[in-house]
């Protein structure tokens, strides 16, 4: 029996409550909306930790597999954590192959950021490993996606192209260069500033966000590139100040920071104010 055929099976019988691709999908929504969308990076594997972050109210949440401590099975579970409170789960990737499109997919994630696409040709090659044919070649087969998007896999092979959002980074000067061709590429949904690596392209501080000079007229020409061609920006910001900041400055998509961020956070702060009162005894 094919996994389809025993899926209907199982449907006849238990009769899931299923809403739809387009009805799940927070990430498009927030953005059709007109308004900023905001989420935030967990790098922390488990389902706990992707639970607590997608109840909060975030419009999304990046599981990141490029510098989290994260396994692909890790991805299958904290999609679906995340997901089922409301907020789109959205995988970075380490990197561009097929095979890792594939797997990231396959978990239900609503949508995936590339790394480093520095070339309009990459950014082809990207829609192409992310797209059913006839835009792509993906390969059918995966019996995992539809859980995430309260679906059936039959209105997923169906409607997987218009729905998953596929995220490029622009973080090094080369990128922003060809920022105005990355853009037009059709199948990439959104340009999204890597501050830190886009820094260090141009021989700055990658730690920083008081950016200088620089690299706000290289965010400004990524961010007027995805307006030309009628698609969204995004950028990384570690905070709430500095994502009202970008928000203002017409970033669409931007997070306030990361689950380790937050755990050194608020330890640090509190371990500081507990320390002052030792020292005063």
């Not at 209907?8 to 927070?26: Q, Y």
Request: hydrophobic share 45%; glycine share 10%.
């Amino acid at each position: 029996m094919s996994y389809q055929a025993a899926g209907a099976a199982v449907a006849s019988v238990t009769t899931p409550a299923t809403v739809g691709m387009a009805a799940s999908n927070r990430i498009r929504a927030s953005l059709a909306s007109g308004k900023a969308s905001v989420g935030a990076w967990i790098m922390l594997p488990g389902t706990t930790v992707a639970r607590t972050m997608a109840t909060l109210g975030f419009d999304w949440i990046l599981i990141d597999g490029e510098h989290g401590n994260m396994q692909d099975s890790d991805w299958h579970d904290s999609v679906n954590a995340v997901a089922v409170w409301g907020p789109s789960p959205i995988i970075r990737i380490p990197q561009g192959e097929e095979f890792i499109i594939k797997r990231a997919l396959d978990t239900g994630a609503h949508g995936i950021m590339v790394p480093m696409c520095n070339t309009v040709e990459y950014a082809k090659e990207i829609v192409q490993r992310s797209k059913f044919p006839p835009m792509g070649r993906r390969g059918h087969g995966g019996p995992f996606p539809a859980t995430a998007w309260k679906t059936t896999m039959d209105d997923y092979n169906k409607n997987a192209n218009a729905n998953t959002f596929i995220i490029v980074q622009i973080e090094t000067k080369q990128a922003v260069e060809n920022a105005d061709a990355i853009a037009a590429v059709e199948g990439i949904d959104m340009l999204f500033v890597g501050p830190n690596d886009l820094a260090a392209s141009y021989g700055l501080p990658p730690t920083s966000e008081d950016y200088s000079p620089i690299m706000e007229e290289a965010m400004e020409k990524i961010r007027r590139a995805a307006k030309k061609h009628g698609k969204y920006v995004g950028i990384w910001a570690s905070d709430g100040p500095m994502a009202a900041r970008r928000i203002e400055q017409g970033f669409q998509m931007v997070s306030v920071g990361a689950d380790v961020m937050a755990i050194g956070g608020f330890y640090g702060s509190h371990l500081t104010a507990a320390r002052n009162a030792v020292l005063k005894q």
